[in-house]
């Protein structure tokens, strides 16, 4: 069974940088496609950004400048940096896996528990 | 990257069917996703490529799609169906978008 967890801080300071780990069990991080998406309270879901296994990354673009995404096969996890916080960064992060098939589908699944991040002084 | 439009909210009857939809210029050519999300719970996918049902749901959720519309139906809802609901696909540029979301209420 597929499983993921993120952690980081809960608290970041504005300006700074927003550093999460999805550590993934169940299954080997390498040759799979890996997601983080987040969700402000009360709000929808926004699509953060996508990795691959060898590091091909693919960002939204509105986050673009600030985002960057990794990889750690020997402690299969993938990672998550986000610079120069404000508090509209405030928000349950959530990792997940992200599927494709031949029929042009792709789809995130199974999701992490997701982890607060609040930016705040 | 292209926009999702989903209602922001439906009731349904108990037992009765409810359907969902999502619509933009992504979907013509992009199949898309839905998922569920209870509150405090994480997302968890119902329907993907569009009328796939994800293992382990019931056989009430199904998915359909025509041109820039794709939809959810809840065939006979049940109270634990209760929950928002999300669409998401992927655009021409390789991005993902999410819909706004619906949240279903079950009478």
């Known amino acids: 069974q597929v499983q993921l967890q993120e952690s980081g801080p809960g608290l970041v300071k504005p300006s700074e940088t927003l550093s999460l780990t999805c550590t993934v069990s169940?299954?080997?991080?390498?040759?799979?496609?890996w997601g983080w998406i987040r969700q402000p309270a009360g709000k929808g879901l926004e699509w953060i950004g996508s990795?691959?296994?060898?590091?091909?990354?693919k960002y939204n673009p509105s986050l673009k400048t600030r985002v960057t995404m990794s990889v750690d096969t020997s402690m299969n996890h993938f990672s998550l940096k986000l610079d120069s916080v404000t508090a509209a960064d405030t928000a349950v992060y959530f990792c997940?896996?992200?599927?494709?098939?031949?029929?042009?589908?792709?789809?995130?699944?199974?999701w992490g528990q997701g982890t607060l991040v609040t930016v705040s002084s | 990257s292209s926009a999702l439009t989903q209602d922001p909210a439906v009731s349904v009857a108990l037992g009765q069917t409810v359907r969902i939809t999502c619509q933009g210029d992504?979907?013509?050519?992009?199949?898309a996703n839905w998922y569920q999300q209870k509150p405090g719970q994480a997302p968890v996918v119902v329907i993907y490529?569009?009328?796939n049902r994800h293992s382990g749901i019931p056989d009430r959720f199904s998915g359909s799609s025509s041109g820039d519309t794709a939809s959810l139906t809840i065939t006979g809802a049940q109270a634990e169906d209760e929950a928002d609901y999300y669409c998401?696909?992927?655009?021409?540029?390789?991005?993902?978008?999410f819909g706004s979301g619906t949240k279903v209420t079950v009478l």
């Open positions: 490529g569009a009328s």
């Open positions: 990795i691959y296994a060898s590091g091909n990354t």
């Open positions: 992504s979907l013509i050519n992009y199949l």
């Open positions: 169940g299954v080997s991080i390498r040759s799979f496609y």
């Open positions: 998401d696909s992927r655009d021409s540029s390789g991005d993902h978008v």
């Open positions: 997940a896996r992200l599927w494709y098939n031949y029929g042009g589908a792709w789809w995130f699944g199974p």
